[in-house]
């Protein structure tokens, strides 16, 4: 399925299309007033770009450098070259610890290799510690945003999936008293919890060490009481110097969500005494995107999700329309890397308005980076035929001035002439969702024959 | 040939070119710290109140009376198991620094015997002396070495937004903060 087919499927409820737009244009404008009050805020988009340029052009001496040191601090570093390797590593440590409680924290990486469903397959329950990954988790979705993964449910929804699995009223939909039944609930998993996964916002190379930012504190409430902390991490979440977490620091939650910072910005380096710690560097497809001269920015990302945030494709379609676990802007130049075939409606889910690349923390090119997509799918022969055939007869008409003027004027005759159910016809994908403009009776042409020649 | 053998293998062989990394410059920070760092924090649901030293103890009474304990201030607290920690309704401890523009508070293995009990706790006090205030956070990472085993910045109380952009304190960690701040 499409980008557009699905779309059309969310667009179908208006008036929640209308919600889902605010309030994600709403998460958006609070980014705006938070990086309006720092005058220094363009100066640190343009540091954390060229940090991460560099991390990209030495990405493998830092990763080196940060093993050495992580190792040396006793924590345990594994690699894994794909999500399938990542999934049994994980899975080897669950089992050889016996765990039964796993708890885990918000990581889109082990959403990206589908952890969960791999560890459930090995008869491994993980609950999701995020309260809105649990939410989602328990209406059997994957998220629909990596920052605000139930940005898409009502409360109402989610008080009657809290009433299926955690017994709450039924009809009680305050937000206070559902968020008070999810922490006990929580709480009680926190404490059991043999094993804690959770995902890596920045891994240090020249202190071996790693942050975890949360505002509800569930990374550190799952890794402080178990007795092994996994920790994921895409090869790509590498920055140089610890300096440098002075620029991403503030730069990651006023991009995300426009406060100053999260409540709890955690710094891992050594295992507690008496706990395991690992951390798994995850390729899946980063050192492909690498090697890809017009797509390999898009490995700066940090995730924040502004550019979902302002983007209104986003905002009018949801994240499920994506059909990849990261959506919007960024997926939709990440993924197509991953997979072409499935992906290629992706970079034609924007109108190239610009606005992503605007608000993203580390400047990626985003926007331009969906054009070249399009010359891939194209490229490819992967758009469609009829598409491919307008464009083709299009071009011929284009280039050619006295075509252009006859076939003008017929298109202006018929626009004002023929009756509007032909117009407005199956083949007029323009025509579906807006009214065609009025034709003028005459061509610029033939008007400035007329008036000024 | 091993998986980090591959990756780094591949890494080599794709790797771009850039330019050196760029210096951070010193940006200019409120004059006001104090005033900064208690606006932020009480954006953020936190309770700031500004103390003399020899007042600091009766604050901490009073804000522990009758209540489940630990304090991170005296040496001689036994760290209790999981399921008695997890009763805990007051934590003291001290912060190494505290940022203006954020209100954040730096916390670590050498003020904080136990790593859960900010987090695990009901309410969590911090205390900060004044002039270990900074203005932003690369000041705050001048500061700080990464040298204990786990450290972290504290801004406020457990929130979460997740239903409906409802704002709700008290998520999965402390549901009330208060920062006392030292002022001699």
Redesign the interface.
Known sequence: MSHAERAQAFLKDEAKTDWHNE?LW??REKRDRSSKG???WE?LR??AS??K??V?????DY??EFETKAKA?GIQVH???NAE?HNRIVSEIIDRHQAKNIVKSKSILTEECHLNDHLSKQGFEVVD????ER?VQFAKQPPSHIV????H???QE?STLFHDHLGTEAGNDD??Y???A??NH??ER??LADVAITGVNFG?AD?G?FVVCT????A??GV??APVHIACMG?EKII????????F??LLARSA?G??????????????PGQEMHLV?V?NGR??Q??R?KF?DSLKCIRCGACMNTCPIYRRSGGYSYGSTVPGPIGSILSPGLDLKKHKSLPFASTLCGSCSDVCPVKINIHEQLYEWRQVVAGEKEDNFFKRLSMKIAGKILANPKKLKKWGRLARIALRNFPRMLIYNGLNAWGKGRELPVPPKESFNEWYKKNRS | MSSRTNILDRIKKVKPITGDLPQIPDFQVATDLVGQFTKSLEANHVTVIQSAARDVEQHLGELSKGNHVISGLSNTTDIPEKKVLAQTEVFITRGKLGVGENGAIWVDDSLIRERVLPFITLHLVVVVYQKDLVGNMHQAYKKIRPEAGFGVFIAGPSKTADIEQSLVIGAHGPKEMTVIVETD
């Open positions: 309030t709403w998460v720092i005058p220094e100066e343009q540091l060229e940090i340029d560099h990209l052009a030495n990405l493998d990763l080196v601090n690699w894994a070259e390797e510690t995020d309260l809105g939410i605000l993964p139930a940005i449910m009502k409360k989610i937000p206070v559902l968020t008070q999810a922490r929580l709480r926190f404490l240090i202190s060490g505002n509800e504190g569930n550190d409430m402080h009481l090869i140089p110097k610890w300096e440098h977490l002075g620029v620091t503030r969500t406060q100053p910072i999260t409540n709890y910005t955690s710094h891992f380096f050594k295992p507690r560097l390729d050192t492909e690498l090697s001269e390999k």
